[in-house]
């Protein structure tokens, strides 16, 4: 799924949860939704981030 085509369904109540989890997720170096990696761009550099000194 690409950026444009998320969508989330949860009962409001369940919103600031899901926001904090993706700030969490943010700050560890982990984008949501996940970016996609094909032939035509190079996955070192995402890898990068959750392998770092490898």
């Known amino acids: 799924?690409?950026?444009d085509e998320l969508l989330m369904a949860m009962p409001p109540k369940y919103?600031?949860?899901?926001i904090?989890?993706?700030e969490r997720l943010s700050g560890n170096g982990l984008r949501?939704?996940?970016p996609q990696y094909g032939i035509q761009?190079?996955?070192r550099a995402g890898l990068?981030?959750?392998?770092p000194g490898r």
Not at 15 to 18: C, E, K, Q, V
Not at 48 to 51: D, E, P, R
């Open 1 to 3: 799924m690409l950026d």
């Open 48 to 51: 990068g981030v959750s392998y």
């Open 32 to 34: 949501y939704p996940i």
């Open 41 to 43: 761009s190079d996955a």
């Open 15 to 18: 919103l600031p949860r899901a």
């Open 20 to 22: 904090a989890g993706m």
